[in-house]
């Protein structure tokens, strides 16, 4: 190996190192071996780690842990990469510890309804294992058929029917993993309950920054007896968006409610012919699941409240093949972007329901002020926003354009009383974004959780949480719509 270069010299010394612990195909170090795991679902940043590390047993994940500990190096673990946030990409002087080998179902247990999995698991393998069962893992990410179940652990991954049945963290009851330094770690248990503070909702959604995670016991449920959608067509967006608040107003808890607009729909319907109204300025899909009885009962009173906030058309899934059509489209909307864009970048943040005509007024103003299109697609029922901005990754002025207007879907989320991020998590991409969600005292005691969990800041540095001086420089930098974002701040 060419050791010309300090960096060289450093890959070198930590190749040895890890060498020692890992068979030589579970080690990567070559670039035309890295360079796949150089970003994640969020390909405008992209960096090359000193070496990938492809442990296959928990004695190797703590034994790379240590080595790395040791030398000081820091470490990133990744599930399949398809995080839309930069969460899972490299650090230039640390290693990328896969979890991609740790692919075992161990159990499913139908009695207790639970299924015990390795953390690299795929999300949809926990359902098709359960099915059996007649059971399935309720959340459904719609990059469920690849993300791993240690990265939706990591992120508190959402999905379509999430409304109904809960986030991730609502539907894991036990994780173990390892620290930084390679010792093993538990947080949950087996029943409902566990002695002392309650760490679970702590690691889920701590985007790799607390723990390794190796292991996971997830709940089942039973799959509904029956479940159909309709498909609700508005003549506007804002219409749409006032939909959803009624729909939930009204009592009912849909086991979905997504919207799409019509730049969206027409995207999706090239692709996957899902039958969507292309005439319509948005759609929106209403699901209901139970028995016969429960989800005619629900399905009649959601055609209600629909046509009474201004549907011009509903149409209700004749069978399940056409319910799976409905979702589909829905599943393929950021895949299918690519077939109007070269690139695009999906927001994901979250505002109150009733606010939603509201954030979609001004991203329609913010399109004339970035000049850049954006197709808008998201768990309406959540009131989790997925605006995705669609631009042109070799011109570096539409990437810049790019940053500001999803800086501002963000922050003009933040002023509606929403957050900056709803399920994608932090990682590199809303940084920014969170020195004007949070004070620095806030921020402060975050650091603090970071540092009881790892001192030395090893597992996944430089994500998640800005430092003060990058908010004093956020804030010095940037002025969203004549605002300066943090006054209160110092200016270095
Ligand atoms: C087309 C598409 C659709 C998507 N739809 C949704 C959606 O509907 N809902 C949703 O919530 N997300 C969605 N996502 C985002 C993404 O799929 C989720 O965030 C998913 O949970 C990431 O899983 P992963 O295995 O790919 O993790 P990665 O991208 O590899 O990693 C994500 C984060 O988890 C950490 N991590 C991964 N594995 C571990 C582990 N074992 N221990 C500790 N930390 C770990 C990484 O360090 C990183 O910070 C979508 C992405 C795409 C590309």
Known sequence: MNTSSPIDARRAEVVRALSRVLPAHALLARSEDTIPYECDGLTAYRNRALAVALPETEQQVAAVLQACHALGVPVVARGAGTGLSGGAMPHSEGVTLSLAKFNRIVRIDPLSCTALVQAGVRNLAISEAAAPHGLYYAPDPSSQIACTIGGNIAENSGGVHCLKYGLTLHNVLQVRGFTVEGEPVSFGSQALDSPGLDLLPLVVGSEGMLAVVTEVMVKLVPKPQLARCIMASFADIEAAGEAVAAVIAAGIIPAGLELMDKRMTAAVEDFVHAGYDLDAAAILLCESDGTPE?????????????????????????????RQKFWSGRKNAFPASGRISPDYMCMDSTIPRKRLAEILRAIEAMEQQYGLRCANVFHAGDGNLHPLILFDANDPDQLHRCELFGADILETSVRLGGTVTGEHGVGVEKLNSMCVQFSPEEREQMF?????????????????????????????????????????????
């Open 294 to 322: 429960e989800v005619g009962e629900e399905i009649e009173r959601m055609s209600a409240v629909l046509r009474a906030a201004g549907a011009t058309r509903i149409e209700v899934s004749r069978d399940e093949a056409q």
């Open 448 to 492: 603090a959780l970071k540092r009881a969990f790892d001192p030395n800041e090893g597992l996944n540095p430089g994500k998640v949480i800005p430092t003060l001086q990058r908010c004093a420089e956020y804030g010095k930098l940037t002025v969203l719509r004549g605002l300066l974002p943090f006054p209160d701040l110092p200016r270095f």
